[in-house]
C-alpha cells in the first residue's frame, strides 16, 4: 500500500454483514475519489464479513477488534487511519452517487469547516425481503446548504439526531477534541459523538441526501436493551451543558422535555410489550416525570409495575 498519506480515510465498522458489505464498499469506490484508505474493523464477526473486505480493494485495510460495539470499532479505525479527514459508513449502508464529491468540494470552498454532512434516506427491503435497486429511491439533490441545520446546532440535535454518522466527513481534531466515541450507551454511541463535538464545532449541512440507511432485523437499532441510550445520553448533556448553544443560543426547552418524555415513554411501552417489565414500568415514571402525564401513560405505569411484582409463590423458598 503506498504509504502517502490519502486525502481521504473512511471508517467502517463490520459484523456479521457478508451479505451486504460488497454492496457497500462497491458504493465506497464508485465515488470517483481515488485518493483514498479504507479501514475495515470486523467486531467479531462469525460470517465471511473479513474476507469479503480483504479480497475487494487493495485499499482496504482489515483490523480485528474482540465484537466490542460499533463505538469501540471506530475509534480502533480512526486511531490506525492515516488521513486528518474521516468519513464513515457501516458494513450495511450505502453511499449514494457524488457524496464525496459534493462534501470534498465544499471543504475546499470553506476550508475552516471541521464537520460536513447531509440528508439521507430509510432503505426498506420489498415484500419478497429484497432491497430495490439505489437509483430507485427518490432523493434530493440540491444546492447549498440547509442553514436551519448548519452552525451551532446544539439546540437543534437536543431536539432530533439530524447528524447521521454514515452522511459525515469530519477533520481529525474533532474526534481528538471530544476523545472518540463512548460505547457506554450500547446503541447511540454516534449521536451522543454529535453532541458533544457541537460544543466545540460548528456544523455544515449540504442539501442533499448523501446515503441510504438499510433497515434489516440484524440491525443494532432493532435490538431491545435495558439500558436507553437516548434518554441517557440526552440528560448527560442537559445536566452538563443546559439547553442553550456555545453560541448563546438557547434551545426549546419545553419541545426538548416533551422529547425526554416521549423517548422514556417509548422504551417503556417496548420494554411492557417484548421486555422486562420491570424497566418499563420505570420509564413510564421517567416519562411522568417529564411531562407525559396523560392517563395512558399513567395507566401503561400502574400496569407495568403489578405485571414486574413476583407471582404467588415466587420467593416464598428463599
Given at each position: 500500500?503506498?504509504?502517502?498519506?490519502?486525502l481521504?480515510?473512511?471508517i467502517?465498522?463490520?459484523?456479521?454483514?457478508a451479505?451486504?458489505i460488497?454492496?457497500?464498499?462497491?458504493?465506497i469506490f464508485?465515488?470517483?475519489?481515488d485518493?483514498?484508505?479504507?479501514v475495515?474493523?470486523?467486531?467479531?464477526?462469525t460470517?465471511?464479513?473479513?474476507?469479503i473486505a480483504?479480497?475487494f480493494?487493495?485499499r482496504?485495510r482489515?483490523?480485528n477488534n474482540?465484537?466490542?460495539?460499533?463505538?469501540?470499532?471506530?475509534?480502533?479505525?480512526?486511531?490506525?487511519?492515516?488521513?486528518d479527514?474521516?468519513?464513515?459508513?457501516?458494513a450495511?449502508d450505502?453511499?449514494l452517487?457524488?457524496?464525496l464529491?459534493?462534501q470534498?468540494?465544499?471543504?475546499?470552498?470553506?476550508?475552516?469547516?471541521?464537520?460536513v454532512?447531509?440528508?439521507?434516506?430509510?432503505?426498506?427491503?420489498?415484500?419478497?425481503?429484497?432491497?430495490?435497486?439505489?437509483?430507485?429511491?427518490?432523493?434530493?439533490?440540491?444546492?447549498g446548504?440547509?442553514p436551519?441545520?448548519?452552525?451551532?446546532?446544539?439546540p437543534?440535535?437536543l431536539?432530533?439526531s439530524h447528524?447521521?454518522?454514515?452522511?459525515?466527513?469530519?477533520?481529525?481534531?474533532?474526534?481528538d477534541?471530544?476523545?472518540?466515541?463512548?460505547?457506554s450507551?450500547?446503541?447511540g454511541?454516534?449521536?451522543?459523538?454529535?453532541?458533544?463535538?457541537?460544543r466545540?464545532f460548528p456544523?455544515?449541512?449540504?442539501?442533499?441526501?448523501?446515503a441510504?440507511?438499510?433497515?434489516?432485523?440484524?440491525?443494532?437499532?432493532?435490538?431491545v436493551?435495558p439500558?436507553?441510550?437516548?434518554?441517557?445520553?440526552?440528560?448527560?448533556a442537559?445536566e452538563?451543558?443546559g439547553c442553550a448553544?456555545?453560541?448563546g443560543?438557547?434551545g426549546?426547552?419545553?419541545?426538548?422535555?416533551?422529547?425526554?418524555a416521549?423517548i422514556?415513554?417509548?422504551?417503556?411501552?417496548?420494554h411492557?410489550?417484548?421486555?422486562?417489565?420491570?424497566?418499563a414500568?420505570?420509564?413510564?415514571r421517567?416519562?411522568?416525570h417529564?411531562g407525559?402525564?396523560?392517563i395512558k401513560?399513567?395507566?401503561?405505569?400502574?400496569?407495568?409495575t403489578?405485571k414486574?411484582?413476583?407471582?404467588?409463590?415466587?420467593?416464598?423458598?428463599?
Amino acid at each position: 500500500m503506498n504509504s502517502a498519506k490519502p486525502l481521504l480515510s473512511v471508517i467502517v465498522p463490520a459484523f456479521n454483514c457478508a451479505e451486504f458489505i460488497e454492496e457497500s464498499l462497491a458504493s465506497i469506490f464508485s465515488q470517483g475519489v481515488d485518493d483514498i484508505e479504507v479501514v475495515v474493523v470486523d467486531d467479531g464477526s462469525t460470517d465471511a464479513t473479513a474476507d469479503i473486505a480483504a479480497a475487494f480493494d487493495p485499499r482496504i485495510r482489515v483490523l480485528n477488534n474482540d465484537h466490542g460495539g460499533p463505538a469501540a470499532a471506530r475509534n480502533l479505525a480512526v486511531t490506525n487511519a492515516r488521513s486528518d479527514l474521516l468519513a464513515f459508513l457501516d458494513a450495511d449502508d450505502i453511499w449514494l452517487p457524488g457524496k464525496l464529491s459534493a462534501q470534498l468540494q465544499y471543504l475546499a470552498g470553506h476550508p475552516d469547516t471541521r464537520i460536513v454532512y447531509g440528508g439521507f434516506r430509510l432503505w426498506h427491503a420489498d415484500a419478497s425481503g429484497h432491497f430495490p435497486p439505489a437509483a430507485s429511491i427518490d432523493r434530493s439533490v440540491q444546492e447549498g446548504i440547509t442553514p436551519e441545520l448548519s452552525g451551532w446546532i446544539y439546540p437543534e440535535l437536543l431536539l432530533d439526531s439530524h447528524i447521521h454518522i454514515i452522511t459525515a466527513i469530519i477533520h481529525r481534531s474533532v474526534f481528538d477534541k471530544v476523545n472518540g466515541f463512548d460505547g457506554s450507551f450500547g446503541k447511540g454511541s454516534d449521536y451522543d459523538f454529535w453532541i458533544r463535538a457541537s460544543r466545540h464545532f460548528p456544523a455544515y449541512r449540504l442539501n442533499r441526501d448523501l446515503a441510504l440507511y438499510r433497515i434489516h432485523a440484524g440491525g443494532i437499532t432493532k435490538r431491545v436493551t435495558p439500558i436507553c441510550a437516548g434518554y441517557e445520553l440526552l440528560n448527560r448533556a442537559i445536566e452538563q451543558w443546559g439547553c442553550a448553544g456555545p453560541d448563546g443560543r438557547q434551545g426549546d426547552e419545553p419541545r426538548i422535555y416533551q422529547r425526554l418524555a416521549e423517548i422514556c415513554f417509548n422504551h417503556a411501552h417496548t420494554h411492557f410489550w417484548q421486555g422486562d417489565p420491570a424497566v418499563a414500568a420505570g420509564f413510564f415514571r421517567h416519562a411522568i416525570h417529564f411531562g407525559r402525564g396523560n392517563i395512558k401513560t399513567r395507566l401503561y405505569a400502574i400496569a407495568a409495575t403489578l405485571k414486574s411484582l413476583p407471582t404467588r409463590g415466587q420467593g416464598a423458598s428463599a
